[in-house]
């Protein structure tokens, strides 16, 4: 059984944790929330061109012949033991830009 990895924020880090799960068969990712482009996945300045098309589709992100569920939550929801864009989203899960950050909340 696949371990079902969501990934939040698609910047560089959560970029490259997707190039690594497209290539271990034990790993799905099941959803990507990121309120960026995610077509900067195929071209990469360090890690070259993805091999398999991507494109962003009716709210999925499309790589190659899989539609992974593509969010613009700026509040995501929980990530384990809930259903994240209607399918159930367990551990591990990659965060990498932490909190969410608006102009109400401040800057770092």
């Known amino acids: 059984m ?3 990895l969501a990934i939040n ?3 560089r880090i959560g970029r ?3 190039r690594i ?4 068969p034990d790993i799905e990712i099941v959803a990507v929330n ?4 995610p077509g900067l996945l195929r071209f990469d300045s360090v ?3 993805l091999e398999e098309p991507v494109t962003a589709d009716d709210g999925h992100l499309v790589i190659g012949d899989r539609g992974i569920p593509a ?3 700026r509040e995501p929801p929980a990530w384990t033991s809930t259903s994240w864009s209607g399918r159930p989203a367990s551990s591990p899960t990659a965060s990498p830009p932490g909190p969410i950050w608006t102009r109400a909340r401040g800057a770092y």
């Open 16 to 18: 490259t944790v997707a």
């Open 34 to 37: 990121d309120l960026t482009n």
């Open 47 to 49: 890690h070259g061109r």
């Open 21 to 24: 799960a497209l290539t271990r």
């Open 2 to 4: 696949a371990t079902r």
């Open 9 to 11: 924020g698609f910047g």
């Open 71 to 73: 969010l613009r939550e």
